[in-house]
């Protein structure tokens, strides 16, 4: 069964910092994109960044570019979110999806979320 | 950016009434659109994917059609626990884009 826990988040002053973890089980972790989803709790859901399976390129919503860096440690299963210069607007619940075949981002499954609040 | 303009908002309806549901991309996405369900308190979960293909373990009253910048989820029987709101994705141009929702309601 594929699962996906995520962890890190939590209470952050503006302009703080926070890393989000994502420990992925159940499938071949280096063979399948990932990315993080975000959701303002009872609003929309927001794409935020995704990782490629086969090499170090990634991609970033431009709300979030050159502050927020996704990274993957393929020998732990975990992936990552580095988040920089927090602003109130980032506050929000953040999914980690896996793609559900390699290549395609369409997202399936969805962990159960980490939620990061960014107040002062 | 593609914008994905989903509608109506909400739809109310009785149980085992058909539910149509819209979402319009602002440019041709050819098939690449999914759609998600979220119930209330749960992370999404996908239904279907590239227009018209059921996810796995999603019930056939589910159903997808359409192509270039116009699409539609059809739910041909409502059931109560199809109470949820629905979200559709594209993934035919960086960054990827969502709808806003749909939100199916029961009478």
């Known amino acids: 069964e594929v699962q996906l826990l995520e962890s890190g988040g939590g209470l952050v002053q503006p302009g703080g910092s926070l890393r989000l973890s994502c420990a992925a089980s159940g499938f071949t972790f280096s063979t399948h994109g990932m990315s993080w989803v975000r959701q303002v709790p009872g609003k929309g859901l927001e794409w935020v960044s995704a990782?490629?399976?086969?090499?170090?390129?990634?991609f970033y919503a431009d709300s979030v570019k050159g502050r927020f860096t996704i990274s993957r440690d393929i020998s732990k299963n975990i992936l990552y979110l580095q988040m920089n210069s927090l602003r109130a607007e980032d506050t929000a619940i953040y999914y980690c999806?896996?793609?559900?075949?390699?290549?395609?981002?369409?997202?399936?499954?969805w962990g159960q979320g980490t939620l990061v609040t960014v107040s002062s | 950016e593609i914008v994905l303009t989903q509608s109506p908002v909400t739809l109310s309806l009785s149980p085992g009434e058909r539910a149509t549901l819209s979402c319009r991309a602002s440019?041709?996405?050819?098939?690449?659109l999914a759609w998600y369900q979220q119930k209330p308190g749960q992370a999404p979960r996908l239904l279907i994917y590239?227009?018209?293909n059921r996810a796995t373990g999603i019930p056939a009253r589910f159903s997808g059609s359409g192509s270039g910048t116009d699409f539609t989820l059809t739910i041909s029987s409502l059931e109560p626990e199809d109470v949820a709101v629905y979200y559709c994705q594209q993934r035919s141009n960086w960054p990827l884009t969502f709808g806003g929702g749909t939100k199916v309601e029961i009478k």
């Open positions: 440019q041709s996405i050819r098939s690449y």
């Open positions: 590239d227009t018209s």
């Open positions: 999806v896996k793609q559900l075949v390699p290549g395609t981002n369409w997202f399936d499954p």
């Open positions: 990782a490629r399976s086969d090499g170090p390129g990634s």
